[in-house]
T-cell receptor, first 116, second 117 residues
């Protein structure tokens, strides 16, 4: 079974600084998807960024970027120029979808607080 | 319209009640999902519908009964729930790619906060 580990239950960062959230996973599959989701205190989950395992290039979305290390099974999220609105729970998720089977696993989350 | 709506926002019910949660999207997505989320925990997948057919049931107790009347609507019927079923119930939708229910970008609703007394 796939597992997803977020080793930082809580983190804080000063506004305008950069922060990196870690995520590691365990799988024997070679083709899969990885996601970072954000859940602000209002509770609506939003996709932050996604990465296909077959793509070597790290995904970026504006201030959000990932460091995807497939061999190390690591998928960290970097938030640059942190803003107060970035305060939220961040969930790393692993998805494998193949013939006749699938696996969707979320990590336990990292609570990020951006401090003014 | 890139919104998933859920009603009601809050629901309090007794263990003998029957109630329903409703989810709606008008993005043309053909995959819809129900998740259960306990406080400070990640969401747990319950059901997936693809093209209005139930494609995944994560061994959810029968007191939860999903229904997908059309491509825009997803219901979750509740009956004889237990206090431990109290949670935030999230609905999500996504496109279906390549004939598989690939979890493309999922759009989540705000959730229904359910309390079972």
């Amino acid at each position: 079974a796939q597992t997803v580990t977020q080793s930082q239950p809580e983190m804080s960062v000063q506004e305008a600084e950069t922060v990196t959230l870690s995520c590691t996973y365990d799988t024997s599959e070679s083709n899969y998807y990885l996601f970072w989701y954000k859940q602000p205190p209002s509770r609506q989950m939003i996709l932050v960024i996604r990465q296909e395992a077959y793509k070597q290039q790290n995904a970026t979305e504006n201030r959000f970027s990932v460091n995807f290390q497939k061999a190390a099974k690591s998928f960290s999220l970097k938030i640059s120029d942190s803003q107060l609105g970035d305060t939220a729970m961040y969930f790393c998720a692993f998805l494998y979808s193949g013939a006749g089977s699938y696996q969707l696993t979320f990590g336990k989350g990292t609570k990020l607080s951006v401090i003014p | 319209d890139t919104e998933v709506t859920q009603t009601p926002k809050h629901l309090v019910m007794g263990m003998t009640n029957k109630k329903s949660l409703k989810c709606e999207q008008h993005m043309g997505h053909r995959a819809m999902y129900w998740y259960k989320q306990k406080a400070k925990k990640p969401p747990e997948l319950m059901f997936v519908y693809s093209y209005e057919k139930l494609s995944i049931n994560e061994s959810v107790p029968s007191r939860f009964s999903p229904e997908c009347p059309n491509s825009s609507l997803l219901n979750l019927h509740l009956h004889a729930l237990q206090p431990e079923d109290s949670a935030l119930y999230l609905c999500a939708s996504s496109q279906v790619a390549g004939g598989h229910t690939v979890f493309n970008e999922q759009f989540f609703g705000p959730g229904t906060r359910l309390t079972v007394l």
